[in-house]
């Protein structure tokens, strides 16, 4: 053997003693961020005067409640989220964690606590893990920043930021008039326009300390929504059999653009996202935690801490930006065998139709924050996101 040969094949021998030395960071703990459940409409989600060819369907809850098949739908997320982690070997697959393991916190709205508990139910089916919020008609200013006054919030200031991340509510308009014309064709009201109404603007609230908004964005975005939780809860025929999931994805950048407004702009997102996203590195800069810190609660929780984070949510099924019924941002805190540690960012989500069906496919995207690398040291992380998160205020 010539000794070219024997140095390649020592070289090859070797490599599985190297592999062996330096094993993949294991997980340590998992931090989630979810939406709710498919729930029936919000009043005036569908705004009064709204034209339609045929009249809307009905649901079998109240307005804004988590439907019987959204529980269900949140119980086989729970399953495969259980299975998730388990491969991870974050939990055991099966049998109740032990205490303190697992902890579930929501917001005090019931579609929130209720989209909880579905998810324990199939998570851990049977055990004592409590759904943790506050009191009924509390504030929670983890997932109500603005409402809770939590930040120094200055409305012209964030009218600003809005207008140089959009442009200005005409140009945001007139980016979205292909969606537009679409949503018409889906209503079919027969008219030049289905949702009638005030032109585009932003606005401070009467107090000061929020912004409002009105013209066509405001309008259509909660009709898409609409039609897309129909999609999601399995009505036969979505928007009256019109529809189609190309459909849905492409009136969903109506929702995703009120987000544009209301949490994606540097200001918004930085104030609407900054109790939750201090209570977020808190949990993953703990020495210790539960091996599963699982916080529910709105689109706008979503879409704020993944914009303070610096990411697109993109997933199928979904405009760009837009939220899934129950999708998550995911935080996985890995460490190494030196010791490192790690943070490693995914967004998990079903499709509409998987929804509808109850199937238990679970899509995870990779996100890498800008700044850093997919496996982003800790420390690094939360460096990055405490500087886009506005202070906590006490005036």
Not at 225 to 243: C, I, K, N, S, T
Request: glycine share 10%; charged share 20%.
């Amino acid at each position: 053997m010539t000794l070219a040969r024997t140095l390649l094949a020592f070289a090859l021998a070797l490599i599985p003693t190297l592999a062996s030395a330096s094993p993949s960071p294991e997980v340590e703990r998992v931090v989630m961020v979810m939406r709710h459940g498919v729930r029936a409409p919000i009043d005036g989600e569908v705004p009064a005067g709204t034209l339609t060819a045929a009249p809307w369907p009905r649901w079998p809850v109240a307005a804004e409640q988590i439907t019987p098949h959204g529980a269900q739908a949140m119980a086989v997320r729970g399953r495969a989220d259980r299975a998730w982690l388990a491969a991870r070997g974050v939990l055991p697959a099966t049998g109740c964690p032990a205490p303190g393991r697992v902890r579930v916190w929501t917001n005090v709205s019931q579609r929130t606590i209720d989209s909880g508990t579905g998810f324990v139910a199939g998570f851990a089916p049977g055990c004592a893990i409590a759904i943790g919020h506050r009191a009924a008609g509390a504030v929670d200013p983890l997932f109500e920043a603005l409402r809770a006054h939590t930040t120094d919030f200055r409305a012209a200031e964030a009218i600003a930021s809005i207008d140089r991340f959009t442009g200005g509510m005409d140009r945001l308009v007139a980016k979205h008039a292909a969606e537009l014309r679409l949503l018409d064709r889906v209503l079919a009201c027969a008219q030049p326009t289905c949702s009638p109404g005030a032109p585009a603007a932003v606005r401070a609230t009467a107090d000061g300390r929020g912004i409002e908004l009105d013209g066509p964005i405001r309008r259509t975005s909660g009709i898409a929504q609409v039609l897309l939780l129909e999609a999601a809860e399995g009505m036969p025929q979505p928007g009256w059999g019109r529809a189609t999931p190309d459909v849905l994805a492409r009136i969903g950048r109506l929702h995703a653009a009120l987000f544009d407004v209301f949490t994606r702009a540097p200001y918004m997102a930085a104030h609407q996202a900054g109790p939750l996203g201090r209570r977020v590195l808190a949990s993953l800069t703990a020495p210790d935690g539960p091996a599963l810190d699982l916080l529910v609660g709105h689109d706008t929780n979503v879409t704020a801490l993944a914009a303070a984070l610096g990411v697109d949510l993109v997933s199928p099924g979904y405009a760009r930006n837009d939220t899934a019924p129950a999708g998550a941002l995911v935080m996985e805190v890995l460490r190494d065998s030196a010791g490192a540690r790690f943070v490693r960012l995914s967004y998990r989500t079903q499709t509409p139709a998987e929804l509808a069906r109850l199937g238990r496919r679970v899509t995870t995207t990779p996100m890498t924050v800008p700044g850093c690398t997919r496996l982003c040291p800790v420390d690094r992380f939360a460096a990055l996101l405490d500087a886009r998160l506005a202070p906590a205020w006490r005036g």
